[in-house]
């Protein structure tokens, strides 16, 4: 059973940085598509970033292009987002995504797109 496990989430003021990462257990993580997103109370989950099974390619909501990174350690099972310069909109619950390989990537940043998910980590941004 495929289990995505985030961290790095926490309080910040407006300006500062966070790295959020998602452990990848249970199935061959190289062999999974994957993407952040994020949740605020009374909001839809939006996409934020998304990454290709080997890093060769990325995708950025325009809200974050510029200021967040993603990136993946295949070695250690590891996906990562560099938040910097981070602003009051930016607070919420940010969520790891995943899709096996096989399945349709035509759209990374939708939520419909991912099929296996993490119970998320909390980041709060004071201005």
């Known amino acids: 059973q495929v289990q995505l496990v985030e961290s790095g989430g926490g309080s910040v003021q407006a300006g500062g940085s966070l790295r959020l990462s998602c452990v990848v257990s249970?199935?061959?993580?190289?062999?999974?598509?994957m993407g952040w997103f994020r949740q605020a109370p009374g909001e839809e989950r939006e996409g934020v970033a998304a990454?290709?099974?080997?890093?060769?390619?990325?995708y950025y909501a325009d809200s974050v292009k510029g200021r967040f990174s993603i990136s993946r350690d295949n070695a250690k099972n590891t996906l990562y987002l560099q938040m910097n310069s981070l602003q009051p909109d930016d607070a919420s619950t940010y969520y790891c995504?995943?899709?096996?390989?096989?399945?349709?990537?035509?759209?990374?940043?939708?939520?419909?797109?991912?099929?296996?998910w993490g119970q998320g980590t909390q980041v709060t941004v004071s201005s």
């Open positions: 995504a995943g899709l096996r390989s096989g399945g349709y990537w035509y759209f990374p940043l939708s939520r419909r797109t991912y099929n296996y």
């Open positions: 249970g199935d061959t993580y190289s062999a999974y598509y």
């Open positions: 990454i290709h099974t080997t890093g060769s390619r990325t």
